[in-house]
């Protein structure tokens, strides 16, 4: 993409952190380089870890209103004090960018919307982009929270696939992994699928980030054993990661030509 800001154009984007999570300082680093690296102007708001839910909720109003902020982004998640419902639902609906608030659920469940969560849409956009056909296809998600299982499930079938969705009530796992043609897994925890539960040929998809020591990154899939059995794997990190800030730019420049 070319670099906006040679371009002439201004676009911004607000990226809230409350409290001091290591994981969410290493996200919110990578998502205001990118936004350095194309052009667009990132306003950190690094708030403080006892910052109360209706001060959070007050600087959300105020970069709904503020026009030089094009999108707003909370990284989540957010102290337990803090209700993360209620902190969504403030953002406007056209500055959303992660595509959390329920408006903008809603309007990916009748597939017709401005913007789509980033983690899924990077996981079409890798899939879209190897060529990879899903119409037809068995495909298997597991897991099924809001900003990624569930997203995903649906933009798969809006695609023609046929989804099933896993999660931790889901008995003999393995039983459904190894029927899928395009799998899935967003779950947090390593090794949960390992290479006797995926299909010979299976397109893997490894959506996890779970530290298992200082500066060691793994995703939920056994790389090793399932590389052997994939016709196409992601790596973790360097995978679904990267995707996810390059849609999250996307969205970005979609807020603003929308706004
Ligand atoms: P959540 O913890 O919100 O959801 C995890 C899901 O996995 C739940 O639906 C849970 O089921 C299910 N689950 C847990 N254990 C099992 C099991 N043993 N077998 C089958 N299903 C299980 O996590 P997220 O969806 O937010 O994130 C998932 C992973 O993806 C994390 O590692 C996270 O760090 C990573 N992530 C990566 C991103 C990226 O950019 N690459 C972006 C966002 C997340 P149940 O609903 O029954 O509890």
């Known amino acids: 993409m070319a670099n906006l800001k040679k371009e002439g154009k201004e676009i ?5 952190i409350v409290g001091d999570n290591p994981a969410s300082r290493v996200y919110v680093n ?12 990132s306003y950190e708001y690094a708030l403080k870890e006892d910052t109360t839910e209706n001060e959070l ?3 959300i109003k105020t970069l709904n209103n503020d026009k030089k902020i094009n999108g707003i982004l909370v990284q989540l998640p957010l102290p337990k004090h803090i209700n993360e419902e209620a902190v969504i639902n403030t953002i406007d609906v056209k500055k959303d960018v992660d595509a959390f608030h329920p408006v903008n659920v809603g309007k990916i469940m009748i597939g017709n919307y401005d913007f789509l969560p ?11 982009e190897s060529g990879i056909e899903i119409q037809g296809k068995d495909c298997v998600v597991v897991g099924r929270s809001n900003i990624v299982g569930k997203p995903q499930a649906m933009l798969l079938m809006q695609q023609n696939g046929t989804v099933t969705i896993c999660h931790s009530k889901t008995k003999n796992l393995a039983e459904y992994t190894k029927k899928a043609d395009i799998l899935v897994v967003a779950v947090g925890k390593p090794n949960a699928i390992t290479g006797d539960m995926v299909k010979d040929g299976a397109v ?6 779970n530290r298992i020591a200082e500066k060691t ?12 059995k994939a016709s196409a794997i992601t790596p973790v990190p360097g995978g679904v990661g990267p995707m996810t800030i390059a849609m999250l730019m996307k969205n970005t420049v979609k807020a603003a030509l929308i706004q």
């Open 12 to 16: 911004g984007l607000a990226v809230i």
């Open 30 to 41: 990578n998502k205001k380089k990118a936004c350095e690296y194309i052009g667009i102007n």
């Open 57 to 59: 909720i007050d600087l």
């Open 118 to 128: 980033c983690t899924p849409a990077g996981v079409m956009e890798l899939i879209a």
């Open 204 to 209: 893997v998809i490894d959506v996890g980030i």
């Open 217 to 228: 990154l793994v995703g939920d899939v056994n790389f090793e054993e399932c590389e052997k």
